[in-house]
């Protein structure tokens, strides 16, 4: 048997590359050639101070001029969590708003931060703590900003899971005329005012939620069996609440913190989960599925740039642990995927730029080379296109979870026809069978480690039986059409 350290025939195993040097005082930056470099982002790129900034700067704008998505005057909400990531991208756009800049950023900013302790563990101390040292910090930014607590997903309305497409032709004329308008608006502006400074938006006051929804969100994540599937609903919720305060304080864009490096991860991480489908949409610059456009303006800097800006440069960043901290790395896919892509790119610095460029790669089209546009063809969670069909369907989701496929009740069955008449166990088994069919495939395997729809957020489940409704009534009209088009033709030959 072979043992450590003797040759067995095979090739010799090539040891991980050296770590880069660190800059000596001999070294000038790459840029200016002629600073003193204080940081090596690759080998061989080695960066003063100034030329760092600049290099910096200059990607967070290139990526919002390349896309030319969002409008002048256009009001854009920025999803700020206090990690460094999204507080680095608020930085950036209180810089670009700055009369020093350059070019300045002609959109209109305000901030949401969603309080997710409940769902960490987290005392109301450590919340209330949280919530404070977050608002010293947005009151010095100066923006309007929204904080809410995610318990209030369990006050939603139905209609946040109705959002459609945004039309995106014409995209450059509609920029070119929104310059226009834009600029002719500050003239007026700034003859009326006289220069003087422009009243924002007030920010909204923090409301704390009420113990019963704080009671609801610990038990809805204490039910979920895996820590998986309790990443991929925080983000779900997450995402809805975000959707659902922009499109409240009239917010037709969303800008996200995530960087080059957390895309990279969530590329790999969505295809073991089953969602290679839509890594378009989870992964790319802009995802119109919300209604509201989500765009990701931090994809092209890396958390290593990242995490040298903020420190360079004193961008403050709090840290709130998450629900996945001190997990170990097997504790779900997204912890193992993660280990494994940053010990990789340890050893080989391209590895993640290598995976990220994958993702640019990706077209948005369905399986049939269309997105669909109807409410009731997309997932009830991630709001992506459905694509059922007799091997995807509810029965065989049941069939998997080794469960008997549930009973639909009809909206006009009664307990006289053998129905429970929404008090039973028909109506719970009927309740997640309908939340299933509603599911794209990704969506409908994290819902196996939820043993019971019931903690589920009233949004959620009123949606499910509004669209099963309607699929009900739609099937008893057809049926209607083909029986008395059937009649007819009888009528006809006889």
Sequence with gaps: MCQVGEGCGGPPRRAPPPPPP?????????KCKEGSPVLV????????????KAYYVHKFRAVLGKN?????????????????SSSSMVWQVLEGLSRESAKRLRFVPGVVYVDEGAACGQSPKDRAEALAERTAILRAV???WHPVALEEVFGLPPSVLRGFAQELAGREEAYGAAVGAFLQQQRVQAAAAAGGPAQGEAPSPARPPSPAQTEALVRLFASVKTLTAKEELLQVLRTHLILHVARAHGYSKVLTGESCTRLAVRLLANLALGRGAFLAWDTGFSDERHGVVVARPMREHTLKEIAFYNRLFAVPSVFTPAVDTRAPESASIQRLVEAFLLRLQAQFPSTVSTVYRTSEKLAKASRDGR??????ARCLFCLCALHLDGADSAVTFAAETETPAAPHCSPGAGRAQGCCGGAGPCSREALRAQV??????????????????????????????????????????EEFLIEDSEEEVQAVQS
């Design 22 to 30: 660190r800059p000596g005082p001999e070294q000038k930056c790459v």
């Design 68 to 84: 030319r998505l969002i409008f002048p005057g256009e009001k854009v909400l920025l999803a700020w969590s206090g990690g460094a």
């Design 142 to 144: 100066g923006f309007p």
């Design 436 to 477: 299933a069919e509603q599911l794209c495939y990704g969506c409908r395997v994290n819902l196996k480690d939820l043993p019971s729809v019931d903690p589920l957020p009233p949004y959620i489940l009123a949606e499910a039986q509004l669209r099963s409704q309607r699929a009900w009534v739609r099937r008893e009209i």
């Design 41 to 52: 982002i690759r080998a061989g790129d080695a960066f003063c101070r100034d030329c760092f």
């Design 371 to 376: 997105v669909a546009d109807s409410p009731g």
